[in-house]
């Protein structure tokens, strides 16, 4: 293409521009939308007309050689995708979703799905050639110490016969050692258990605790033996004899 026909290009996507200043600020303030769908859609079909005027803008950016046009086509074309940005995110919070269906605006606008395609500026790579540079050098450097530091590791992994060995018997020993500690353990338990068993077999009873246990088991005696001839006299009272047996 010639600089005549991005010249037009870039006059068509003003024109573009022009008409979605026209509908996003109108004369008249717009009535708020209640229905959710309706404003979804209007949303949607702004978003893919900014893609197209940001599709043109791009490609008249990347083709044009005169250094003001460039310059003015740049700032055109920054706020273009800032708008793109704000549209996106007012369609997911009203879809509650990234992704979206525009197959009815696509065949109201005549347009296929690859027009939907944003692609990624070319000024993006040109104008930080040097830091993506840097930073694939970076990557690569990472790579390859990773990658020796698999292969020494590989080769240092590798077991011989005696360390295996050496390996195997160290478990074993720690398994008979916990086995042996434990029945050690279980032993002293039961021994201990067993003193304690004796000791309280062999202690003798105080004076004064026999005395104090028999009283108690007397006046329980006396404290029954008087209920018990308080109600025979009772129901002999009611003439009624029962034999109330404790």
Not at 83 to 91: A, G, N, P, T, Y
Not at 147 to 167: G, H
Not at 175 to 195: F, S
Request: hydrophobic share 40%.
């Amino acid at each position: 293409m010639s600089h005549i026909s991005y010249n037009k290009q870039w006059q068509d996507a003003q024109i573009a521009m022009v008409d979605m200043l026209a509908i996003e600020t109108p004369e008249q303030p717009r009535l708020p939308e209640n229905d959710i769908n309706a404003a979804f859609q209007l949303v949607a079909t702004m978003f893919v007309k900014y893609v197209q005027i940001f599709r043109r803008l791009e490609q008249c950016y990347d083709q044009i050689v005169h250094p003001q046009k460039r310059r003015l086509i740049r700032v055109v074309l920054d706020g273009c995708m800032g708008r793109i940005i704000e549209l996106k995110h007012e369609m997911i919070s009203m879809d509650y979703s990234e992704y979206h269906y525009f197959d009815d605006i696509l065949a109201d606008l005549k347009l296929t799905p690859n027009d939907l395609d944003i692609p990624i500026p070319n000024y993006f790579v040109l104008e930080r050639a040097q830091a993506i540079e840097k930073r694939e050098r970076l990557l690569g450097q990472i790579l390859a110490r990773m990658t020796l530091e698999n292969e020494t590791q590989d080769t240092s992994s590798i077991m011989t016969m005696d360390d295996a060995i050496r390996i195997i018997q160290s478990h074993e020993r720690a398994r008979q050692g916990r086995l042996r500690a434990k029945q050690i353990g279980e032993l002293r338990l039961n021994d201990q258990r067993a003193r304690q068993r004796a000791n309280m077999g062999e202690s003798k009873m105080d004076k004064v605790l026999a005395a104090t246990i028999i009283q108690k088991y007397y006046r329980r005696h006396v404290v029954r033996r008087e209920v018990k001839k308080f109600r025979e006299e009772e129901y002999m009272f009611l003439g009624m004899v029962i034999f109330i047996v404790f």
